[in-house]
């Protein structure tokens, strides 16, 4: 049984900094491809951002480049999203998500990821 379990959701002015967690067991996390999306009430999920599992190669979506990091530490089978600069806009439930896609792949279409967890909360005030 996989498990993804997020942390690090909570309030914050705009303009400021969070960050989140996913500790994921129950698979080989190294083997894996890991990504954010994000959905905000009454809209869509939306793609954030993904990390390779081999090489740790980044893809991001247009409205979070620049101001986004994710990473990886597969030590800890976590991967992290630190966001920076953050915006009103940016406030939704944060969702941690695996894909089995192989080296050199980074999906960021939901229905190409197989594992999510239960999500958290991020909410940007002005």
């Known amino acids: 049984q996989v498990q993804l379990v997020e942390s690090g959701g909570g309030l914050v002015q705009a303009g400021g900094s969070l960050g989140l967690s996913c500790v994921v067991s129950?698979?080989?996390?190294?083997?894996?491809?890991w990504g954010w999306f994000r959905q905000a009430p009454g809209m869509e999920r939306e793609f954030v951002a993904v990390?390779?599992?081999?090489?740790?190669?980044?893809y991001y979506s247009d409205s979070v480049k620049g101001r986004f990091t994710i990473s990886r530490d597969n030590a800890k089978s976590t991967v992290y999203l630190q966001m920076s600069s953050l915006k009103v806009e940016d406030t939704a439930v944060y969702y941690c998500?695996?894909?089995?896609?192989?080296?050199?792949?980074?999906?960021?279409?939901?229905?190409?990821?197989?594992?999510w967890g239960q999500g958290t909360q991020v909410t940007v005030s002005s």
């Open positions: 990390i390779g599992w081999s090489d740790g190669k980044t």
């Open positions: 998500a695996g894909s089995p896609g192989g080296p050199g792949y980074l999906p960021h279409s939901d229905d190409e990821f197989d594992y």
């Open positions: 129950g698979r080989t996390f190294s083997r894996y491809t």
